[in-house]
């Protein structure tokens, strides 16, 4: 598995192969583990780095421009390195983490001691005890929601193991392209995996269209909307995007594959058809030009 898919493994870990209660309580409104402090601020670092090489790589660059990033996680420590180094950032999703005083003070301060590039965001989080809306901007809102923020507001869109999770993926992809000024671009990783299972994440294919609803309703988006990768490039380009390039960075166990494809063929899924190749691809890097 590659670095980029790491990044959202121990935010994911703690949701594998759990009862998912009618009142399950989105990852963001956790409460964070103290303990944990040195690990998330490490996956920070990653984070940033990953995303930072990735975006030099397609020819970007961060200074001066205008960023979204949809669903960054429980802390914002990425986002307010690429604030300082240049770029005017946003965070947007329907259940933006709030600032947790027994927990975030602390990993700003750490993150702050371990990054050894420019930190003027970094320092003014913890300066104010919050996040101060010069440093980095909040939008609460999910991805089927942002046709309210104004045509054109972004140079940069990105999201790492986020849109699995929407539930309106060509109202997102409509609304994305919308907020993107033209030219502009996005970049976005999606995990296609059954997220109750990662080591079977072909699943919930076999569940009619019925049950997954209610089951993704009632995780709040969580175990994953069930769309491969061949459907969201086809959203994207429906939306008005460009694909510049699909990135497989995760295929199935083929072990695992042989298994399932006879499962999924006598099944009644509306997937009990589709290629094999599809199928075989659980995650990848989107990048969209507008």
């Known amino acids: 598995m590659t670095p980029i898919l790491d990044m959202a493994r121990h935010i994911?870990?703690?949701?594998?192969?759990?009862?998912?209660?009618?009142?399950?309580?989105?990852?963001?409104?956790q409460s964070r583990d103290p303990a944990a402090l040195e690990r998330d601020v490490g996956y920070a670092l990653q984070i940033a780095v990953n995303q930072m090489a990735h975006i030099q790589k397609i020819g970007f660059s961060l200074a001066g421009k205008k960023i979204l990033e949809?669903?960054?996680?429980?802390?914002?420590?990425?986002?307010?390195?690429?604030?300082?180094?240049?770029?005017k950032v946003t965070v947007a999703d329907r259940f933006l983490a709030?600032?947790?005083?027994?927990?975030?003070p602390q990993f700003y301060r750490m993150l702050r001691a371990r990054w050894d590039g420019p930190a003027p965001a970094l320092d003014a989080v913890i300066e104010a005890n919050g996040y101060p809306s010069e440093a980095i901007g909040q939008i609460a809102l999910a991805?089927?929601?942002?046709?309210?923020?104004?045509?054109?507001?972004?140079?940069?869109?990105?999201?790492?193991?986020?849109?699995?999770?929407?539930?309106?993926?060509?109202?997102?992809?409509?609304?994305?392209?919308?907020?993107t000024r033209s030219p502009g671009l996005n970049m976005h990783q999606i995990d296609f995996r059954d997220h109750s299972d990662f080591s079977r994440p072909l699943e919930f294919l076999l569940l009619s269209d019925r049950a997954h609803a209610?089951?993704?309703?009632?995780?709040?988006?969580?175990c994953g909307n069930r769309l491969r990768a061949s459907e969201a490039s086809l959203h994207f380009q429906a939306a008005g995007f460009a694909v510049d390039a699909i990135e497989q960075n995760g295929l199935a166990d083929e072990n695992y594959l042989r298994e399932f494809l006879p499962r999924l063929r006598q099944s009644r899924s509306v997937y009990r058809d589709w290629p094999a190749e599809d199928l075989r691809i659980i995650s990848a890097l989107f990048t969209l030009r507008k």
Do not use: C, M, T
Request: hydrophobic share 40%; aromatic share 12%.
């Open 12 to 29: 994911k870990a703690r949701l594998r192969n759990s009862l998912w209660p009618q009142a399950y309580a989105p990852a963001n409104f």
């Open 70 to 87: 949809l669903g960054p996680g429980s802390d914002f420590g990425p986002q307010l390195i690429f604030a300082s180094l240049g770029a």
């Open 214 to 222: 209610e089951i993704f309703r009632r995780r709040n988006g969580e």
């Open 98 to 104: 709030p600032w947790d005083q027994h927990y975030h």
């Open 143 to 179: 991805g089927e929601q942002l046709n309210r923020v104004p045509a054109g507001s972004f140079d940069f869109v990105l999201s790492n193991a986020v849109l699995e999770h929407v539930h309106d993926l060509p109202q997102v992809a409509r609304n994305l392209a919308l907020i």
